[in-house]
């Protein structure tokens, strides 16, 4: 059993930048690989981004390469997503997720899921 909980979204003027944190339970962190996922309202969950079980692949959905970058620290049992050049168009809840073997860009292939931290972006 994995439990998430996200932290650091916030209200940011456009260009700003964020960074989220995914705290991980368990000690099995180093096992899973990691992703992103965000929903605005009105709109189905897509994925934002991705990291393999040691940080050796990372994959971006279009939208979001060149200014988000994730990462991961399986000492501390946290992924982070940092967020550049932030648009309104990024603004929804993000999410974060584990799996054991997912297919990184989706979602219900991974097994756990955050409860979500909200990223707001004014133009």
């Known amino acids: 059993q994995v439990q998430l909980v996200e932290s650091g979204g916030g209200l940011v003027q456009a260009g700003g930048s964020l960074r989220l944190s995914c705290a991980a339970s368990?000690?099995?962190?180093?096992?899973?690989?990691m992703g992103w996922f965000r929903q605005a309202p009105g709109k189905e969950r897509e994925f934002v981004a991705a990291?393999?079980?040691?940080?050796?692949?990372?994959y971006y959905a279009d939208s979001v390469k060149g200014r988000f970058t994730i990462s991961r620290d399986n000492a501390q049992n946290t992924v982070y997503l940092q967020m550049n050049n932030l648009k309104p168009e990024d603004t929804a809840v993000y999410y974060c997720?584990?799996?054991?073997?997912?297919?990184?860009?989706?979602?219900?292939?991974?097994?756990?899921w955050g409860q979500g931290t909200q990223v707001t972006v004014s133009s």
């Open positions: 997720a584990a799996g054991r073997s997912p297919s990184l860009r989706i979602g219900p292939t991974y097994d756990y």
């Open positions: 368990g000690r099995t962190f180093s096992s899973y690989a």
């Open positions: 990291i393999s079980w040691n940080g050796g692949r990372t």
